[in-house]
T-cell receptor, first 113, second 112 residues
Framework: KNQVEQSPQSLIILEGKNCTLQCNYTVSPFSNLRWYKQDTGRGPVSLTIMTFSENTKSNGRYTATLDADTKQSSLHITASQLSDSASYICVVSKDTNAGKSTFGDGTTLTVKP | DARVTQTPRHKVTEMGQEVTMRCQPILGHNTVFWYRQTMMQGLELLAYFRNRAPLDDSGMPKDRFSAEMPDATLATLKIQPSEPRDSAVYFC??????????FGSGTRLTVV
């Protein structure tokens, strides 16, 4: 069982709608959680990074939340655009050792006109 | 914008051949990662370096894979001999410290 579980696996929404992606983790100890956006054929691009003490962080229309007690994070996308169509990957780092990161399998978001 | 440069972007090779992938990290970044991405496994960490020293390569098949940083501007990942199961997209990422890594565009490797 993956220590970072993302849901849903895929999602289709209409342009202009909001959506929320979920990430549940069991990784411990916890250092930080990152959300990445990966366009088809490109490398992942960092959207947000949150440490234990942070419970929300925004990057434009992307807002990530973190509940370290329940080990849950969400990524909320507001007023979706066609360019938001991508895979969104949740990454949890175990400690300050950068290599100790566990990747979720990602949520594939498709935004339709 | 500063970027991580990976070459080649695409590589098709025959089984048994040596493959070398190169990465130029962002100037000033002291941490470099190599990842492999497949549809079945997602993103997997193969190796990473800090200040050019290998810190962890436990994710890498040692018998055929090797990763090096001959200098601060170049990281290499070699596969010898290559096998069809090595077909994947290989990403290099660099950062400074423990946050905010920047990924390259990847090398798509196909071994036939």
């Amino acid at each position: 069982k993956n220590q970072v579980e993302q849901s849903p696996q895929s999602l289709i929404i209409l342009e202009g709608k909001n959506c929320t992606l979920q990430c549940n983790y069991t990784v411990s100890p916890f250092s930080n959680l990152r959300w990445y956006k990966q366009d088809t054929g490109r490398g992942p691009v960092s959207l947000t990074i949150m440490t234990f003490s942070e419970n929300t962080k925004s990057n434009g229309r992307y807002t990530a939340t973190l509940d370290a007690d329940t080990k849950q994070s969400s990524l909320h996308i507001t007023a979706s655009q066609l360019s938001d169509s991508a895979s969104y990957i949740c990454v949890v780092s175990k400690d300050t050792n950068a290599g100790k990161s566990t990747f979720g399998d990602g949520t594939t978001l498709t935004v339709k006109p | 914008d500063a970027r991580v440069t990976q070459t080649p972007r695409h590589k098709v090779t025959e089984m048994g051949q040596e493959v070398t992938m190169r990465c130029q990290p962002i100037l000033g970044h002291n941490t470099v990662f190599w990842y492999r991405q497949t549809m079945m496994q997602g993103l997997e960490l193969l190796a990473y370096f800090r200040n050019r020293a290998p810190l962890d390569d436990s994710g890498m098949p040692k018998d055929r894979f090797s990763a090096e940083m001959p200098d601060a501007t170049l990281a290499t990942l070699k596969i010898q001999p290559s096998e069809p199961r090595d077909s994947a997209v290989y990403f290099c990422a660099s950062g400074f410290g423990d946050y905010g890594y920047t990924f390259g565009s990847g090398t798509r490797l196909t071994v036939v």
